[in-house]
């Protein structure tokens, strides 16, 4: 099962989204959401509004579970970030919630940023062009 980060999602709704991207996605049948990426996606489009992808989000979102930040989700989050930067790496909160959402729910993340996800022991794919 997987995760989208929402990079993933974003380049998804592009006019002419990267080719690996969209080579990957035609062989998904299923992933899930983070409302993480919710949050990330509806502060986006109240900054630079943009009808067209909207209407795309809206229908994506619709299609697809979104899955919640649960007190387990957030225990884990919390402790991942705080391991990290014990290490002296800083993650941001937002994708400790999504790491953590995958830890729980046994997801790969899919992503064009790995190294957010490095350490947190969990499975990361990168399915743009020309990067692994």
């Known amino acids: 099962m997987l995760l989208l980060d929402t990079n993933i999602i974003s380049e998804l709704c592009r006019v002419e989204p990267d ?3 969209l080579d990957w996605a ?3 049948n299923a992933f899930q959401l983070s409302v993480v990426s919710q949050e990330e996606i509806a502060y986006g489009l109240a900054w630079r509004p943009n009808a067209r992808i909207q ?3 809206e229908a994506f979102f619709g299609r697809h579970p979104l899955l919640p930040i649960t007190p387990d989700i957030a225990r ?7 391991r990290l930067a014990a290490q002296g790496a800083t993650r941001s909160q937002a994708d400790m919630f999504i790491a ?6 046994g997801l790969t993340v899919v992503t064009r940023n790995t190294r957010d996800f490095e350490g947190c022991g969990i499975p ?3 399915p743009f062009s020309g990067l692994s």
């Open 19 to 21: 080719a690996g991207v």
């Open 26 to 28: 035609s062989g998904v």
């Open 55 to 57: 209407v795309w989000i």
């Open 76 to 82: 884990r989050a919390g402790e991942l970030r705080g």
């Open 100 to 105: 953590g959402t995958a830890q729980v729910h």
């Open 124 to 126: 990361l794919l990168n």
